[in-house]
Antibody
Framework: EVQLVEAGGGLVQPGGSLRLSCSAS????????VYWVRQSPGKGLEYVSG????????NYADSVRGRFTISRDNSKNTLFLQMSRLRPEDTAIYYC??????????????????WGQGALVTVSS | DIQMTQSPSTLSASVGDTITITCRAS??????LAWHQQKPGEAPKVLIF???NLESGVPSRFSGSGYGTEFTLTITSLQPDDFATYYC?????????FGQGTKVEI
């Protein structure tokens, strides 16, 4: 059974930093792209970032590029999101997701097939 | 960015009804379209991918159709467990985008 478990959420002041992690199990982690999507009351569901299994392709939404960094540790089946220069508008539940298809199937933009339970990040003074 | 627009925003229905939710893309997305279901206090769950393919374990009363810019999610014989918010989402570019959601309420 696929499981994605986020951790590291919390309250942080504007301008601060926070690192989220997502522990994955139930699939061959190193072979799949994984992603972060966030959900806030004001902006709905918003794609944040993605990274492929080989860690040589990463992408970001314009709203976080230059402030957030995605990474992964395939030896520990863990995805990370390092968030810096946080703003109140970054307040959201952050979800970890996996691609339905292995990277070896050479699908440019595969659909998601599993969501984690989410981690709440609150940026406020 | 590809914009996704759902209608209606809210839909009132009764158990046993058949309902349809529409999703429109701002440009053609072929069949790169997924539907997600979210219940209050829970993470979303993938229902459908590739416009019409049901995820494993999703009841057959759910169906999806469409191609290009217009898509629909239909739920036949609505069950109490189906009252939730539904989101469409395109994955034809790296910047996946979601519709604003359709809340199905009693």
């Amino acid at each position: 059974e696929v499981q994605l478990v986020e951790a590291g959420g919390g309250l942080v002041q504007p301008g601060g930093s926070l690192r989220l992690s997502c522990s994955a199990s139930g699939f061959t982690f190193r072979s799949h792209s994984v992603y972060w999507v966030r959900q806030s009351p004001g902006k709905g569901l918003e794609y944040v970032s993605g990274i492929n299994g080989r860690q040589n392709v990463m992408n970001y939404a314009d709203s976080v590029r230059g402030r957030f960094t995605i990474s992964r540790d395939n030896s520990k089946n863990t995805l990370f999101l390092q968030m810096s220069r946080l703003r109140p508008e970054d307040t959201a539940i952050y979800y970890c997701l996996k691609a339905r298809h292995s990277d070896y199937e050479s699908i440019d933009y595969p659909p998601f097939d599993h969501w984690g339970q989410g981690a709440l990040v609150t940026v406020s003074s | 960015d590809i914009q996704m627009t759902q209608s209606p925003s809210t839909l009132s229905a009764s158990v046993g009804d058949t309902i349809t939710i529409t999703c429109r893309a701002s440009q053609s997305i072929s069949n790169c379209l997924a539907w997600h279901q979210q219940k209050p206090g829970e993470a979303p769950k993938v229902l459908i991918f590739q416009a019409s393919n049901l995820e494993s374990g999703v009841p057959s009363r759910f169906s999806g159709s469409g191609y290009g810019t217009e898509f629909t999610l239909t739920i036949t014989s609505l069950q109490p467990d189906d009252f939730a918010t539904y989101y469409c989402q395109q994955y034809c570019s790296y910047l996946r985008t979601f519709g604003q959601g359709t809340k199905v309420e009693i």
